[in-house]
């Protein structure tokens, strides 16, 4: 890894970076353990475990109308003093007209609860567009809501080589950077370093882009964590110990330097069915929560 050629770039941005404890929030899924959807009531119980810890009061989802995601968790947001991203899926004309009915339907009455709207998760990374295609989603979207913050979450390689460069130029407002030593097939030992490395590179990427080390675009990491069970993926285990250490070297380490970030996941999903990773091993993400399916810890989350 190149951990150490990073830090120049992190002291450089520290004026920025370090004037105050990075907020922790948690990515949250649409359904409940069976598979079926969640309710109000459901979101509710969701955001009074993650009240729990370090004072956590945003969350993000990936779909407004999926579930009717946007209908369901804003007045639980409200009810409990939480902040929401809502995500909006561009994959598809269908699902993309969807969520925009969504966000124009139910998000003028909870605007204090909407903190921003990511238009996709990782869609630079699969190949389903360009950035300057995926930007014209943004500024649909942007254009339908206006008064809020809009952006996307992609794969950190995504922003450190370029190909978002045309949404950093383009106008968005806030970016998310996911970064996954697991998924790098990295030991427990080497991590955090992986992390910090993979997310200050995709970070002073797009600040050397912008032009901007204040005052620019809004950064977060938008999903990062590890799991207690599960495949193990070329030198990363999952493990509960694991879970544990990469919580208290990455998670609290980068909300102490004063980065934003989502812990991947809240609670395990264990209907999810089982995919194939990039190398073609099982990838099992039914294990990723820092919460069991049944809303107990797994693990002290204090830092």
């Known amino acids: 890894m190149r951990f150490s050629t990073i830090i120049p770039l992190a002291l450089a941005a520290a004026p920025a970076v370090v004037s105050a404890a990075g907020?922790?929030?948690?990515?949250?899924?649409d359904k409940k353990t069976d598979g079926s959807c969640k309710f109000q009531a459901d979101w509710a119980a969701d955001l009074k475990a993650i009240s729990t810890v370090q004072s956590s009061k945003i969350v993000r989802t990936?779909?407004?109308?999926?579930?009717?995601?946007?209908?369901?968790i804003l007045p639980a947001a409200k009810a409990a003093g939480f902040k929401v991203i809502l995500g909006v899926w561009p994959d598809y004309d269908d699902s993309l007209a969807k969520?925009?009915?969504?966000?124009?339907?139910?998000?003028?009455?909870?605007?204090?609860?909407v903190y921003a709207i990511t238009v996709g998760s990782e869609t630079m990374y699969r190949g389903n567009f360009t950035g300057p295609e995926?930007?014209?989603?943004?500024?649909?979207i942007k254009k339908a809501v206006p008064g809020f913050k809009v952006g996307t979450a992609d794969s950190w390689n995504k922003y450190q080589d370029?190909?978002?460069?045309?949404?950093?130029?383009?106008?968005?407002?806030?970016?998310?950077?996911?970064?996954?030593?697991?998924?790098?097939?990295?030991?427990?030992s080497n991590a955090t370093a992986s992390f910090f490395d993979d997310i200050m590179q995709a970070f002073g990427h797009i600040q050397q882009v912008s032009g901007k080390v204040d005052g620019g675009i809004e950064l977060w990491v938008g999903e990062t964590g590890w799991p207690t069970d599960g495949s193990k993926y070329q030198a990363a285990v999952p493990s509960l110990e694991g879970a544990k250490n990469y919580w208290k070297k990455a998670i609290c380490g980068i909300t102490a330097w004063g980065v934003n970030v989502f812990y991947f996941e809240a609670f395990d999903e264990?209907?999810?069915?089982?995919?194939?990773?990039?190398d073609g091993?099982?990838?099992?993400?039914?294990?990723?929560?820092?919460?069991?399916a049944d809303r107990t810890p797994k693990f002290s989350m204090e830092c």
């Not at 969520?99 to 609860?113: R, S, V």
């Not at 995926?134 to 649909?140: D, P």
Request: net charge negative; charged share 20%; hydrophobic share 35%.
């Open 99 to 113: 969520d925009e009915a969504a966000l124009i339907k139910y998000t003028p009455d909870y605007k204090d609860q």
């Open 270 to 278: 264990p209907w999810k069915p089982k995919s194939i990773g990039q």
């Open 134 to 140: 995926l930007l014209q989603r943004i500024n649909k």
């Open 281 to 292: 091993s099982v990838a099992d993400e039914t294990h990723w929560g820092a919460w069991n």
């Open 162 to 188: 370029g190909t978002a460069d045309a949404l950093i130029t383009g106008g968005v407002d806030i970016l998310l950077a996911n970064g996954f030593s697991y998924w790098q097939g990295q030991t427990d």
């Open 23 to 29: 907020s922790l929030g948690f990515a949250l899924g």
């Open 62 to 72: 990936y779909s407004a109308s999926e579930c009717n995601t946007a209908k369901e």
